[in-house]
């Protein structure tokens, strides 16, 4: 195990801006009416149709080591509405049976104004074995800036400013924004890009949209219908060259992610919807 495996960071960080890679597209009921087709995705433009006050999804993760999958924690995400801004929050945390193995405590918010989806605001602050982390950015969209605090704790940052040249979304922004665009025409083994602010940059990352999954049984016994997308994580600590991950997500207007699988640097993990409320539609992809 490497000195800083992050586990549940994994999932609460890096695959938090692909949590929502799907197309707005079902037969099973009347689709709300998309803000924008695949072929118009403008980070600048966004509006909400797909989530609302009191949405709260919650995934349960599993590690794979020697064959044997550990339930190890959990992830959720939860929305609250101001007058002009969502405020999103993603908490990871191990189990206590898992502690023994490593301990995650990690906390994510974005506040994002509810006109363009963009973010105003995001904090990391992240607890991982001995690693400590804080970082805030304070987003300036019209004049591309950015000016982050980051240090072992929000007590001693170090400030940073940097510039950008096109609307730029954080780690949790891109996911509530990506669940407003219309992927319906993409075909089968088509990559498209998705680009996010980290560490005084953008991020890109490319994904591969594999088509429809019908009948996906996930872990605990639930079977949805789905669409499949793997994308290429950045090769670093946790994830080696050409590593891809396959996400399935419910082919429905909620546009919810139901299973994550990925190989890391050591073994596998697996995150599983194992909760949910206050959706704004019925989770239509689930099967009886």
Not at 38 to 62: R, W
Not at 75 to 83: A, G, L
Not at 237 to 260: C, H, L, R, Y
Request: a positive charge; charged letters at 25%; glycine letters at 6%.
């Amino acid at each position: 195990m490497t000195s800083r495996f992050n586990f549940i960071s994994v999932v609460s960080g890096l695959l938090i801006p692909l949590l929502a890679l799907i197309p707005a597209h079902n037969n099973q009921e009347t689709l709300v009416e998309p803000a924008m087709k695949s072929s118009e995705i403008d980070p600048c433009l966004g509006s909400n149709t797909v989530f609302e006050d009191g949405e709260q999804i919650t995934y349960k993760l599993y590690y794979n080591w020697n064959f044997v999958w550990l339930p190890a924690g959990e992830v959720v995400f939860k929305v609250k509405e101001k007058e002009t801004e969502y405020h999103i929050s993603a908490v990871g945390k191990t189990y206590s049976s898992y502690e023994w193995f490593f301990k995650v405590d990690d906390y994510y918010e974005t506040v994002l104004d509810k006109k363009t989806l963009r973010p105003k605001s995001f904090v990391r602050d992240i607890k991982e074995g001995k690693f400590y982390l804080y970082n805030r950015i304070n987003f300036d969209q019209k004049n591309g800036k950015a000016v982050s605090y980051q240090g072992r704790d929000k007590n001693s940052t170090k400030r940073e400013e940097f510039s950008f040249s096109n609307c730029m979304h954080d780690m949790l922004s891109i996911v509530y924004y990506l669940r407003n665009v219309d992927y319906a025409y993409l075909k089968p083994k088509q990559n498209f890009p998705v680009e996010i602010f980290l560490d005084g940059k953008g991020w890109p990352v490319n994904v591969t949209y594999n088509g429809k999954e019908k009948n996906v049984k996930i872990k605990g016994g639930d079977k949805y219908n789905t669409l499949k997308f793997s994308p290429q994580m950045i090769a670093g600590a946790q994830f080696k060259e050409g590593t891809k991950m396959n996400v399935w997500v419910s082919d429905d207007n909620n546009k919810v992610p139901v299973m994550i699988e990925s190989p890391v640097s050591v073994g596998s993990i697996r995150a599983v919807l194992s909760d949910y409320k206050g959706l704004k539609h019925p989770l239509a992809a689930k099967l009886k």
